[in-house]
């Protein structure tokens, strides 16, 4: 998959599994992402024990690195589930999150993935702009999905062509 974006957020970021060295700073950029964010346990848990679980972080090119995102994605049978995405604030408006989504999807459709899925809060437009321009579509409500507020959140669906199984 060619991005327009690519080769300037490739000098700036280097994707990575996330690692246990990483959890601190996710866990961090997790607090100031979210209203209910997820525990640093729940991350742990995505790293090796879960076996459906694609987890990237973006580290700057930095002297010393830095997480600047992440991406946590599971692929089960024919779809890929994207499970958590967030941006740290100085990184924000650069491509940065899409860029996680699309490596994400590239991963799920070479695993054989023919489907992508998400939810989303109603009220987060951003990211909903974001899934809209990446071809997501809005396919229904789980109502009082998401605690601390309580909120519906929206499901969208993108197809990713191919057959299961990677054919």
Same mark, same amino acid.
């Given at each position: 998959m060619s991005l327009g974006f690519e080769s300037d957020l490739r000098t700036r970021y280097v994707l990575a599994p996330?690692? !246990? &060295?990483? +959890?601190? *700073?996710v866990s961090a950029i997790e607090l100031e992402s979210y209203e209910n964010p997820w525990a640093r346990n729940a991350f742990a848990s995505e790293l090796g024990k879960n076996r459906v679980s694609f987890s990237r972080v973006a580290l700057t090119t930095e002297v &010393?690195? @830095? !997480?600047?995102?992440y991406c946590i994605a599971?692929? !089960?049978?024919e779809h890929i589930h994207i499970q958590n995405l967030a941006v740290h604030p100085e990184h924000r408006r650069r491509g940065l999150g899409r860029f996680l989504v699309l490596q994400a999807l590239e991963e799920g459709r070479s695993s054989g993935a023919t489907s992508a899925l +998400? *939810? !989303?809060r109603r009220s987060n437009?951003?990211?909903?702009?974001l899934y809209r321009t +990446?071809?997501?579509e809005e396919t229904g409500t789980r109502r009082d999905y998401y605690s601390r507020? @309580? *909120?519906d959140a929206l499901i969208f669906r993108k197809e990713l062509g191919g057959k299961p199984g990677g054919a």
């Amino acid at each position: 998959m060619s991005l327009g974006f690519e080769s300037d957020l490739r000098t700036r970021y280097v994707l990575a599994p996330m690692g !246990v &060295s990483h +959890l601190d *700073e996710v866990s961090a950029i997790e607090l100031e992402s979210y209203e209910n964010p997820w525990a640093r346990n729940a991350f742990a848990s995505e790293l090796g024990k879960n076996r459906v679980s694609f987890s990237r972080v973006a580290l700057t090119t930095e002297v &010393s690195p @830095r !997480v600047a995102g992440y991406c946590i994605a599971w692929i !089960v049978f024919e779809h890929i589930h994207i499970q958590n995405l967030a941006v740290h604030p100085e990184h924000r408006r650069r491509g940065l999150g899409r860029f996680l989504v699309l490596q994400a999807l590239e991963e799920g459709r070479s695993s054989g993935a023919t489907s992508a899925l +998400l *939810e !989303v809060r109603r009220s987060n437009a951003a990211a909903q702009n974001l899934y809209r321009t +990446l071809g997501f579509e809005e396919t229904g409500t789980r109502r009082d999905y998401y605690s601390r507020p @309580r *909120e519906d959140a929206l499901i969208f669906r993108k197809e990713l062509g191919g057959k299961p199984g990677g054919a």
